[in-house]
Every structure is written in structure tokens, then in C-alpha cells.
């Protein structure tokens, strides 16, 4: 690896930041960070980063608008300092739903969250699971994706669950759901949703497919406030299913997403740490896998300009 430098943005990406550091065997860069009494934040780097290759993670946690501007603070910093070259690692993209202009005199908040990144002074962004893939088009500059499909698949393959069928949640989500079936080798079901009443809210209503008796395993991109996947999961197992796991990229988990998953007929849901999830979250069925190798796997194969395609084959 060639004069690679990271560094975590936060407190919050700490960890994470750690993590990557250890499977990269390399020491976390140095970075002093504090709040003026006026609320304003400082970054100060606490190391040289002269022609070096820097790589600023950052993940998402309450307040989200925080992390944004130590991001960009940061980002400004190591700029400032001589750098070759910035990469943002985001594990999970900030303002990933609001990609599209679908209501009147709205904006499109996670095109505006690129330009800053971009007029920070950014040279590439690393990200995982894009909420909606087109978000990586918001970028002039080089953005990958990758995806955490792979760990999943990984882990229910090492849980050796019998008699297995992969659910989607809607026709939206059946191609992704045929790809995870195809892997697993087991048949697929579609939850069927339609619109009722005049608030153009989708019910579940019916399963298209033999589910009666079979372990069903629902998958997505993220789980935010658990509201349609705990549908799903209720939905699924009224036809019949024995056990119903969930598996996604990443786990937002807010309002009353926890509440939701306590409650509901949930076996298991699986997902990623691209989100850390606070102590206060951690519960029984709830089951985290490590998505931080294949980061510092993809952040060594950019140092030393190797292929990322081939990672994604491989992953």
C-alpha cells in the first residue's frame, strides 16, 4: 500500500474506522476534533497527510446533519493539508431517500449532499447498497458501490436453514429476490400489495407462491423504521410460513422500529454494521455481521489501482 492515511470522521465512525485499520494492519490517523462554545465544530489533523492517499469514513448516526458537516469540515481540512488524494467512505449514503423529485417544490436532497461532498473538495466516494442506484449518477467525480449481499448470503448458507423460499416483499423487489433464490437454490414467493382506500397506502394482502410450512428468508436494502417489513414478515407467516428471517445492508432502525421488531413473529433479522447500532438497540433478535473487510479490501485495492470489478465478482 502506497502513503495510505485514514481517518474517521466522528466518534461514531470510530469503530468502524478501527476495524478496517486492523484487517488493513495499518495505524488510524491522528485527528483532533472539538465544538467552540458557539456550537461550531473544529477539525484539526494531527499528522502530515502531504501527497498522501486519504480516506475519511464516515457513518450514520443521530444527528445525522452533524455527521454531514464534520464530514465536510473534515474533508476541507485534509484538502487544505496538501493531500493527493480524498476518498469519502460512506457506508451508508445520508439522505439516500430523498433521490428523486416525486412531490411539488421538494428537493432532491441526496444530489445536494454530492455537490458538497464534490465542492469540499472530494476525489472519489465509496459507498454500499445505494438506495436507489441512480444516486451513484449524482457524482462527477468517481463513486463505487459496493454491496453486502455476499455477507448475507454467507451467513444464512453457515446457518444451513432447510427447506428454504426467498420472498419478496413487492414486484419492485422480485429481480433482487430471484438472485438471492438462484444462490440459495430454493423457490421464490411474492407478497402481493394493494391499494386501498384513498391514501394510496399498499396492504399486504396475499402471497403469490408456496410458502405453507417453508422458512421464509425476506431480504432489502435497509430497515428504517421496520413499519412494512414487520407487514411482510405478519403476512408471510398467516400463509403458513414456519420461520420468517430478514436480512438487509443496512439497519437504520428509528422511531419505533425495535418496539416493532419485539413485537412482531420475526425469527431473526440479519444485517450489516454499515449503521452502528447503539446499545440500547441490541437486542436478541437481532443479529449484526461485519461488512468492514470488504471495505479495507476495496480501500487497498484503490490505493494501490487495482481492480474493484474484480472484487465485486469475488464478493
Known amino acids: 500500500m502506497n502513503n495510505l492515511k485514514i481517518f474517521s470522521c466522528s466518534d461514531s465512525a470510530e469503530k468502524f474506522t478501527e476495524e478496517i485499520c486492523n484487517y488493513l494492519k495499518i495505524d488510524k490517523g491522528k485527528m483532533r476534533r472539538m465544538k467552540f462554545k458557539n456550537d461550531n465544530n473544529f477539525v484539526q489533523i494531527l499528522e502530515s497527510v502531504r501527497d498522501k492517499d486519504v480516506f475519511l469514513i464516515q457513518t450514520t448516526e443521530p444527528p445525522v446533519n452533524e455527521r454531514v458537516m464534520e464530514l465536510l469540515i473534515t474533508i476541507d481540512a485534509i484538502k487544505r493539508a496538501s493531500s493527493k488524494r480524498i476518498t469519502v467512505v460512506l457506508p451508508y449514503y445520508m439522505y439516500s431517500r430523498s433521490d428523486k423529485k416525486d412531490q411539488p417544490r421538494i428537493p432532491v436532497t441526496a444530489k445536494l449532499f454530492a455537490q458538497l461532498i464534490e465542492a469540499a473538495g472530494a476525489n472519489r466516494v465509496l459507498t454500499c447498497d445505494l438506495h436507489n442506484k441512480a444516486i451513484q449518477a449524482y457524482f462527477n467525480i468517481n463513486c463505487d458501490v459496493l454491496t453486502g449481499e455476499s455477507l448475507l448470503e454467507k451467513y444464512f448458507d453457515l446457518k444451513d436453514i432447510d427447506n428454504k423460499v426467498v420472498v419478496a ?69 398467516k400463509f403458513g410460513a414456519k420461520d420468517v428471517y430478514v436480512g438487509c445492508t443496512h439497519g437504520i432502525l428509528s422511531g419505533p422500529a425495535i418496539e416493532r421488531i419485539k413485537k412482531s413473529s420475526l425469527k431473526e433479522l440479519v444485517m450489516t454494521n454499515t449503521v452502528p447500532l447503539p446499545k440500547e438497540k441490541q437486542i436478541e433478535k437481532i443479529v449484526v455481521v461485519s461488512i468492514s473487510e470488504l471495505f479495507g479490501e476495496a480501500i487497498k485495492r484503490i490505493n494501490e489501482e487495482s481492480s474493484i470489478g474484480e472484487l465485486f465478482e469475488t464478493n
Request: hydrophobic share 35%; glycine share 8%.
Open 169 to 237: 416483499t413487492d414486484a419492485g423487489s422480485s429481480k433482487k429476490a430471484y438472485k438471492y433464490a438462484e444462490h440459495f437454490g430454493c423457490p421464490i414467493a411474492l407478497v402481493d400489495k394493494r391499494r386501498e382506500g384513498n391514501d394510496d397506502r399498499a396492504v399486504a394482502s396475499s402471497v403469490i407462491g408456496e410458502i405453507k410450512g417453508k422458512n421464509a428468508l425476506v431480504f432489502d436494502d435497509e430497515v428504517d423504521t421496520a413499519g412494512s417489513i414487520m407487514e411482510t414478515v405478519e403476512v408471510v407467516k
